[in-house]
């Protein structure tokens, strides 16, 4: 494996908590989120064209409460250090809403829940990642000239919890981890927490959602062409704009 570079480094959380909150995987922004943030409420996302269907954005929680949720990007719990999110919630277009509970129902029979990170992402965030993320590792963020298939709710980052425990289960890598750890076919580490992200990637392609190859948490639905990017405010979703 490659050695990482210097600027990264992985920040443990406090082990006070009960259960023990997971790790956190941190960068050095290239500039700091303060400067970035103004810029980027500012900045208009890309013309697209062509016809798109309704945006129609929903809670998977709401659908199946079982499906629980650890919205990083709402706390400093995050590669950034800093709160991106206003509200801790989770939003897909309805289909692939449906899908993941679908996904929820099967993965029971397995003992384990889905455990939420993020899913619909507005626009002006995915370009406050590619900003601050150094170039040698933009491939892990989306470009904002293309928008990023969360900006359309069509893609979902998660993993899995213990349904006896409550707990998230050990994965190959951290969540937001840059690091070939994270790619989904990385075939080192501990086996067993190889078989469990397999096991994920199995009941999600099975519903529709297909990985992204570098990072092992991250699901496209299959429609995602479909929707256009969006960038709403969480507090916002559903209302006229």
């Known amino acids: 494996m490659r050695t990482l570079p210097s600027i990264l480094a992985v920040a443990l959380a406090a082990c006070s908590a009960n259960p023990p909150a997971p790790a956190v995987f941190r960068i050095e922004p290239v500039r700091p989120v303060t400067e970035l943030l103004p810029q980027a409420l500012a900045a ?105 298939r969360h900006n359309r709710g069509c893609a979902v980052d998660l993993t899995l919890y213990d349904l006896k425990t409550g707990r998230a289960v050990e994965m190959p890598s951290l969540y937001d981890e840059m690091s070939e750890r994270a790619y989904p076919d990385y075939a080192g580490g501990d086996a067993d927490a190889r078989a469990r992200r397999d096991l994920l990637r199995r009941r999600m392609e099975a519903e529709g959602f297909r990985v992204f190859e570098f990072e092992w948490w991250h699901y496209d639905y299959r429609d995602w062409t479909s929707y256009a990017i969006q960038n709403v405010r969480f507090e916002d979703v559903g209302r006229p704009h």
């Open 44 to 148: 208009t996302p890309p013309h697209e064209a062509g016809e798109f269907r309704a945006p129609d954005l929903i809670e998977p929680a709401e659908l199946d409460p079982s499906i629980r949720l650890d919205i990083r990007y709402a706390t400093t719990r995050n590669f950034l250090g800093t709160a991106l999110y206003s509200q801790p919630r989770a939003f897909l277009q309805r289909p692939a809403a449906q899908a993941l509970v679908r996904v929820q129902r099967t993965l029971a029979a397995d003992g384990y829940g889905l455990l939420v990170h993020d899913a619909y992402r507005p626009w002006y965030v995915t370009k406050m990642f590619w900003d601050a993320t150094p170039q040698d590792l933009h491939r892990f963020v989306a470009d904002p000239a293309k928008g990023s």
